[in-house]
């Protein structure tokens, strides 16, 4: 059975010995930060601040703050309720092993897959937890123990937000995970950065100089698989929801909003409910982003609220990111695994990837190809470049089939040994991720591609190739047996 909401994972978390709680004061200035930046980089557990408190306003809050819930393998095993990730990756990879069928007994064999889609579509409830409490008139941010958490912000920021538009153009839905900086206690800033969903959503309504308002819905704090959907880098035309269903392997309640036309899990925390409007566009930032560096002010459209629902008890949801690793990086860790299938599918060369976390996820791909023929390796680079999830990658380092790609030590000497930089490094230019600091312009840079492969008589090198430094695998397992009597400790 899938989690109901939040606070059945946090129950498994704690069950698990993956969760903490801090029954201190904590200022959700800074303080929150700190503790939970070393937490994170000791590979601590998931946070549960009780008495968060602002010593500026003079205010302790009633809502306790999650924080780190997915800073782990083992708690991303857990939020999607697997023993590996690469479970769920081999149920994509089945879905997309779904062929048209040829005759009637082919039908037959895919109606169970087919039902299994079906069931996870969302769906639609008339009540939910969600609205327990509806604050349509003295409601206020203010309430809520949002976090300042870098020295420089430009003030506090919700960092864990499902931000829920719908198409203008088509009436799609689209979630996404935008910071949010709070202006004061009813508006905020809409970070949605020119290539998400929001964004497009919003220009498209732009373009038609009609509308001058776009609903908007932000559910904070839902079940895991949900949250996690919001993050992921999906298709334009795959719902969130959708996704998060199939992860949950149960459909994703909604609820209809009160005052604007959308609808949000019906087992979130907190929901606000408002709208940007064309011409208000304001300064936002600076924030200390993933990147381990501030993104700077920059011009974004402000979210008006007009009316905030919530538990009568609420669990307020927050990240930080920052140097890595943090949380984040275990997102990342997640989007690389559960997404690994589908670039398979797109290219059947494809071994095994990695973005590791001084990579910044975009700063830095390595992965590994079967190839088999001259420039195999540039095709790839050229592909992954064309992906929408990937187009941002800075550095794609392309290695044979027979290197792990997630050990670092082997990848970084097999590729500097395999490697003549002249002949070997190519650069593209092309769209960069809106946080992207080191590039010429915003928006628009360089990228490097590095065929880090073992290169081929057809590929113009005649010389001889060296074979790998290996033992007899006989004077190993001699060696082997021997060892413990040596007194030299445990041997490699």
Known sequence: MAYKDLREFVTRLEKENELRRIPVEVDVDLEITEITDRVSKAGGPALLFEKPRSASDGVTYPFPVLINMLGSKRRMELALEVNALDDVARRIEDLLEMKPPEGLFDKVKLLPKLAEVGAFFPKTVKSGPAQEVIERENFSLARLPIMKCWPQDGGRFITFPLVITRSPKNGRRNVGCYRMQVFDERTTGMHWQIHK????????LERQGKGRRMDVAVAIGADPATMLSGVLPLPEDVDEFLFAGFLRQEPVELVKCQTVDLEVPAQAEIVLEGYVELDDIRVEGPFG???????????FPAFHITCITRRR?????????????????WMGYAVERLFLPLMRKQMPE??????????IFHNLLIIAIRKSYPGHARKVMNAIWGLPGAMFTKCIVVVDHDVDVHNLREVTWKAFNHIDPERDIQFVLGPVDQLEHASR???FGSKMGVDATRKTPSEGFTRPWPDEIKMDQDVREKIDALWKNLGLGSGS
Request: cysteine-free; hydrophobic content about 35%.
């Open 197 to 204: 969903g929001g964004a497009e959503h919003f220009r498209w």
């Open 289 to 299: 982003d993933h990147t381990g560096y501030y993104s700077l002010e920059d011009k």
């Open 313 to 329: 008890a609420p669990l307020y949801v927050s990240t930080i990111v920052g140097p890595p690793p943090m949380e984040d990086y």
């Open 350 to 359: 494809v071994v095994d990837m990695h973005m590791p976390a001084e990579g």
């Open 441 to 443: 312009l915003p928006n």
